[in-house]
């Protein structure tokens, strides 16, 4: 444990405060997931709240950040690394550090130990040694960026995701699938269709700032992300899984606009709300934003919604131009509809 002193936190730069309407604040969201959806997500959110917090997936394995977790056994950084990116301010001062965080290091013909390292991922890694905790260096990060809101690790033991896949029988004759379990989130993301997501170790625990900030929600946002590698893992951890399902806050799942991935082929929407449904029974959602151009049978899909609680809310949060990338614009009037529908219904703390 590091026993250096830093003294007073920086101060968030001006302007790193405000939301939209220059209102201070807006409701306390917890928004959950990993890599670019979490960041999705977080860019909209940023827009109508400065009580935000990213709780966000550390089972990364590969790249920049699978090199840092095998050499210094340290959380993953990378999707930390994004999800600050994304709180930063839209001033010279946020897109300069936003830059920064994201630059990544390239020298010719890969022959420097920097080649495809982020910055960012070095700051995290470097105050979080220094700070001797992986929250600590987080919150540094964030103040640096004046970024709006605060991002925390699900756990602060880096954690391993083990899926289940069905592989077709080689031979002349054939036969049934036969299940391969593969090892890794990269792995994972690229080995087909998975029928089941493990972390281990199993009974990890959570991060305790993550939980509490669960408990004093006023809206829980898990989505988009990459269904069984971002988002499923929040609800497989056994501590967080019943925060999520013990808080009084309301709950809004984001429907990725992109349902056949590797991961997820020949999946529906309908069948992405399924998942959720094995993977926690218990658990409850309030309102499912989904883009209705990637919902396929709104019926089928309105009907399960309802079997988790859910009311669906349809609307374009497609970026023009960009087949699967959601526009934050319209992604934060999604929310602000659902929020606002909350609080017309009497509901929130």
């Known amino acids: 444990m590091s026993t250096l002193f830093t003294g007073q936190l920086p101060l968030v730069r001006p302007g790193a405060g405000t939301g939209i309407g220059g209102v201070p604040k807006g409701p306390t969201v917890v928004a959950l997931g990993g890599g670019h959806g979490l960041s999705a997500s977080l860019a909209a959110l940023r827009l109508l709240t400065t009580e935000l917090t990213a709780v966000v997936t550390v089972a990364d394995d590969g790249g920049s950040s699978g090199r840092l977790r095998e050499d210094f056994g340290v959380v993953p950084p990378g ?8 709180l930063c301010d839209d001033t010279d001062w946020g897109r300069t550090w936003r830059d920064v965080m994201q630059h990544r290091f390239h020298s010719p013909a890969g022959r420097s130990g920097l080649d495809n390292h982020a910055m960012g991922n ?3 890694v470097t105050l979080a040694e220094l ?29 391993m995701i083990e899926g289940d896949v069905l592989v077709e029988s080689s031979g002349v004759h054939g036969g049934p699938p036969r299940r391969e379990t593969i090892r890794g989130q990269a792995a994972c993301a690229v080995a087909g269709r998975l ?34 590698t971002s988002v ?17 806050a ?4 984001t429907m990725n606009l992109a349902v056949d ?50 009311e669906v809310f349809f ?9 699967s990338v959601h526009d934050p614009l319209r992604l934060a009037g999604a929310y602000h509809e659902v929020f606002a529908s909350a609080g017309a219904a009497g509901g929130g703390r």
């Open 131 to 159: 700070l001797g905790d992986i929250v600590a260096g987080l919150r540094w990060a964030g103040a640096l960026l004046g970024a709006r809101g605060q991002v925390l690790p699900m756990s602060r033991v880096p954690l």
């Open 250 to 253: 309301r709950r809004c799942l």
């Open 122 to 124: 070095l700051l995290i």
């Open 79 to 86: 999707d930390l690394r994004m999800a600050l990116a994304a």
């Open 232 to 248: 499923l893992p929040h609800l497989t951890l056994p501590e967080t899984r019943q925060a999520l399902c013990d808080t009084p």
């Open 261 to 310: 991935t590797r991961e997820t082929t020949g999946m529906s929407a309908a069948d992405h709300l399924r998942v959720i449904q094995r993977a926690a029974p218990e658990f409850r959602v309030d309102a499912v934003i989904a883009d209705d151009s990637s919902v396929g049978d709104p019926g089928e899909f309105e009907q399960v919604a309802g079997e988790l609680g859910a």
């Open 195 to 228: 029928e089941e997501v493990r972390l281990v170790p199993a009974d990890a625990p959570a991060c305790p700032e993550a939980l509490s900030a669960i408990e004093y929600a006023d809206w829980i946002v898990l989505g988009p992300g990459s269904w069984y």
């Open 315 to 323: 609307g374009r949060v497609r970026s023009s131009g960009q087949r």
